[in-house]
């Protein structure tokens, strides 16, 4: 059965007479009465007593009235709906981001974005890198502000990358809270407060045994604003991004020989979001 079978019968029912549910649907009555006939042939009994002077609902038909009308509402109703969201009416779109996200504001564009868009609701994640790209990859975030340090997975797609500063954050008092610049040498042994499960962990990890150099973690946080506590109590330094070690208020240094600095994506899983609400953040966020 097809759609307009179910539209052509309630034109009929309308209009009392093949000939006005043809002209009300703009088809030829010999067309419209072929697919009431077929629909009839389908659902195995005549819905209409046909005379030369009017036309009648039969007992079949009149059990079909209520469903027929049902169904052209309810497909009327999905486009609307449909209309509404790829019109941005209104919508969902789903982002991620990891916590040291520092390369946008991302609270202040999604401002903009809902003021623009109030339709559309927005759910934002926060998690570690592999959390988020397998919630990218499977469907579960449109979009997500992701670190590497190399390059992104091959089910991801990047829209945009940003270099993050990385820095050395200590505490008053420290031996190195005086300086502006270190050398990753002079980092041998000393105690770290490490952010756990991370890839910035993994990254600094990997760049201390690159050099040869001992990565003494004493403690470890899984949140960046405890991270920051921890250092400011004096557990050891760590290493943040410039934006979060210049909020902190405590002393900061850039390293050298080499200098730490990492990749930011914005990734998704396809070139081109299937979500309207997704392409819309996207293009706002790339713009």
Wanted: hydrophobic share 50%; with cysteine; net charge positive.
């Amino acid at each position: 059965m097809e759609l307009r079978q179910f539209e052509h019968f309630l034109a009929v029912v309308r209009t009392g007479s093949f000939t006005g549910a043809a002209r009300e649907a703009h088809v030829v009555q010999s067309a419209l009465s072929a697919s009431v006939r077929k629909l009839e042939s389908e659902l195995g009994a005549p819905l209409f007593e046909r005379t030369t002077r009017r036309v009648m609902l039969t007992e079949a038909g009149r059990a079909l009235l209520p469903v027929a009308n049902r169904v052209v509402a309810d497909v009327e109703a999905a486009r609307g709906e449909v209309a509404a969201v790829a019109g941005l009416a209104r919508g969902t779109v789903s982002i991620g981001t990891i916590q040291a996200l520092t390369v946008v504001d991302l609270p202040r564009e999604l401002g903009v974005f809902r003021t623009r868009h109030p339709g559309v609701r927005i759910h934002v994640r926060d998690g570690t890198v592999p959390e988020l790209a397998t919630a990218v990859v499977d469907g579960e975030l449109d979009l997500a502000y992701l670190a590497a340090d190399g390059p992104l997975r091959e089910d991801l797609v990047s829209f945009a990358r940003w270099s993050q500063r990385l820095v050395l954050l200590s505490f008053p008092g420290h031996r190195l809270a005086h300086r502006r610049r270190v050398r990753l040498a002079e980092l041998d042994g000393e105690p770290f407060a490490g952010f756990t499960g991370s890839v910035l962990q993994m990254m600094i990890s990997r760049r201390f045994a690159d050099a040869g150099i001992r990565y003494h973690r004493v403690c470890e946080a899984t949140h960046v604003p405890l991270l920051v506590e921890l250092v400011a109590a004096g557990l050891g330094v760590t290493i943040v991004p410039l934006r979060v070690a210049e909020r902190s208020g405590l002393p900061f240094a850039t390293i050298e020989r080499p200098a730490l600095s990492r990749a930011i994506h914005l990734a998704g899983r396809l070139a081109e979001p299937v979500n309207p609400a997704a392409r819309a953040l996207l293009a706002h966020l790339t713009r």
